[in-house]
């Protein structure tokens, strides 16, 4: 158990900056989900925290103690790999006590934690197989096993699911979680899905080319994106985003969509805006659903809508139609829609809208 | 896979004989040297070049291979090769091995040294071997069981070195960085996990390390003479003013061929991963 203290970090592969300036502040036990678009740097960083990359610069402190110049074995660190990296020539047992063996710790000590590893995660009787003779889902097991046998101060995790299939990507996932829950260890955990991100993390990181965008809880970060990146990558399907202007009046803001008005809630005061600056509404597609009642709820704006494409999911159906000009996907219950080109009436709910700089792309 | 394999049946089932054919004719232009030269060093002098060709020696005879190995000291020879062939592949395969690895991992020297130590084989010998026999002579290497040790174990390393690194090359760092940080010096994490995945490439590395020194003949002509001499280097005695001893070359041939094909039945496994540096993923 340890807290990772990161200050400044810096990666450079010759003139590239893999990783260019990252501070960052893991609490003990805390799991904390880096996460972010293929190559902003989320395995780089992962691989430095481990000690199997050399830092440029900056420092990382484990537990209170600087690691840069310590090597990996003696940074009390446990690692999965997104290949899982088993020991091809070594039984699962083997591959399991192999850390500990290294380590120089009494046979039956291994056994004994080992025993004790392959329990905890259901693979006992996997014990004598190599890692050829398993399946995608046990060698994950086996690559955790591999990890917690270790009891180390920290786990690191780089896209440990990206090889499995849906269904047992689900159930790994849980395991996980559950798996945190119990030895309440300080995890970082790399992945570039957003789904894994929102359901695992205490806290996410979201990085992009090599910096941290915005980090803070899951919900916060959902709700509360401080820019359209964040926003488009946490969600799915995508937030809308619709070219507008912003209406400022003394009492309260809203957005001019070509001919609609779509007025903020009360409440919400932009800072640092100019009336008639050029911004994006951000929408969520659960946010937009088929107008009921003869007036909408407050804070909603109805909208006509002439559907052009229903995708039905089973539970929800996404409706894709245009607002001022620009196509817009709703998320409405199943039987919301029956067809392309009917029209309906959309309630819009503004209270839940985000605003971003037209330019920055920064949230307002 | 079902769909080639079926698309292949009906091509095989229609050429049946030509197939018997071509792989007859093939047997023959492989075997038959071989048979020929074994047929030599069991027949009588006479029959060497008799007409029509004698096919099956009325009288076998071990004559040429007792002469061979005794007379013209081809056992010493084969011993002196053994010798020399085993420890210098031995040393090339260990050689190899470490520097291909810190090569392939640790990207020792940049991209120039690596590419520096193959060069070292296009030097076509005849530039080095007369300046290493100046230099053996004064240091008392010439003529020695070490001398030809170190020449052999130098000549062979560039292939031991680019061989290894590719395997290495190939090989996912994923399980070596995951026994560094599972507890491994960098040392552990090369010899027990690096080292044993990557052992069929070795294998196969010092297959073709001893059979390059199996044959050599010009280093060891330059830089042996009468008591290092290794086995290729006997046969220039059977050309001689008196004519040429068929069936002593043919006999010492037979004998110089067994550790070869001996190697490439226990090696063939290996071999054939290794050089088609397939890959070991667990
Ligand atoms: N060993 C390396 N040499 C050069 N560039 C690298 C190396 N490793 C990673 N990179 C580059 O650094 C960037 C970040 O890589 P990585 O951390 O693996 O991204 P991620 O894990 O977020 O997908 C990528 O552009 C990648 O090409
Ligand atoms: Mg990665």
Redesign the pocket.
Known sequence: MAHVKINGLRKD?GA?A?VRGIDLDIRDGELTVLV?P???????LLRTIAGLEEASGGTIEIGGDVVNDVRPRDRDVAMVFQDYALYPHMSVARNIGFGLKARRMPKAEIDGRVDEAARMLGITQLLDRYPRQLSGGQRQRVAIGRAIVRNPRIFLFDEPLSNLDAQLRDEMRGEIKRLHQDLATTMIY?T?DQIEAMTLADRIVLMRDGLIEQQGAPLDLFERPASTFVAGFLGSPRMNFLPGHLVRTASSDAIRLGSSRMPLPAGRKLRDAADGQAVLLGLRPEHLTRAHGAAPQPGHVRHDATIELIQPTGSRSYATFSLAGTAVMAELQAHDVSRPGEHVQIDINMTRASVFDLQTERAL | MSAIRSARRPKGRSLPIGRILLLGFFLVFVLLPLYWMFNTSIKPSDDYLAIPPVWFPAQPTLVHYEAALFAYRGLEGLINSLIISLAATILSALFGTLMAYSLARYNTGGQHLSFWVLSQRFLPPIGIVLPVFLIYRGIGLYDTHAGMIIAYTVFTLPVSVWMMFAYFRQMPKSMEEAALVDGCTRWQAFWSVAMPLAAPGIVAAAVFAFIACWTEFFFALVLTSRSAFTLPTVFRAFIGFQGAQYGEAAALAIVSLVPSIALGVLAQKHLVRGLTLGAVRG
């Open positions: 592969y590239f893999a972010g293929s190559g902003c740097g989320k395995s780089t790399v570039h």
